[in-house]
């Protein structure tokens, strides 16, 4: 069910139950209607159900940007096709959906991913790649390797909010990284995380799985991540 967090930023449910579940974020700043990871293909509730229940519709969409290219966050994006919507993704995750960087065959992940861009290559989408540190609104993209080679995390000052996509999940009110069968490199994770929570203050962390934390999420972070080393 779609849920009002603060003014001008909604959690989109998309899914039923883990895994089969992903957390996405509307944000509506007055500079711009912002969609942050679009959900699966085929999702119950569907992305037009969860933007109707926030009180939007699929053209009032402006921008989509994907924290990185996993079916459970680009699948979605289907439903926005014809309405022309700009669409960004971390650098080297757009290589891989382009077929520009070939993931090697014989990691997991890697071969799940070959085979993921042939059924889901968002081909007709105006996908724009975003580098570490780039902009695009209020928005600050920041380039986190390792569950993919592009994952990005992005922040938004105004809201003082990380939307964190896949680098950690929230599990009973916990940040905890996600499994190694679901990543390229647990460790690059890890140090992902660890530089990200020194680098930014946020007080909303919103993770793509599991609750987000609303209050000292930043803090909560560094924390967890103390544990890392």
Known sequence: M????????????LGLVPPFATNCYLVDDGEAVT???????????????????AGYER?????????????????????????GVPM????????????AWDPNLVHHKGLFHRIARRLFPLAG???????DGETVGNFTAHHTPGHNPG????????????????????????????????SYEMRAVRESAYA????????????????PVLTGAGDHLRAVTDEFW
């Not at 960004?88 to 077929?99: I, K």
């Open 35 to 53: 969609l942050i990871d679009a959900g699966l293909p085929i999702n119950y509730p569907s992305l037009a159900t969860e933007l109707d229940r």
């Open 88 to 99: 960004y993704m971390g650098e080297r995750d757009v290589d891989l959906v382009t077929g």
């Open 151 to 182: 994952h990005t995390v992005y922040t938004h000052e105004g809201l003082d909010a990380a939307f964190l996509g896949d680098l950690v999940w929230a599990t009973d009110g916990e940040f905890t990284t996600p499994f190694w069968l679901d």
């Open 2 to 13: 779609a849920r009002r967090l603060a003014d001008g930023l909604w959690l989109l449910d």
């Open 59 to 83: 053209a009032d969409i402006d921008r989509v940007l994907f924290t990185h290219y996993d079916i459970d966050h680009v699948g979605g994006a289907r439903a926005l096709r014809d309405h």
């Open 125 to 131: 989408h105006d996908l724009r790649p975003i580098a």
């Open 196 to 211: 990200f929570a020194r680098d930014h203050e946020f007080e909303r962390g919103l993770a793509a799985h599991g609750e």
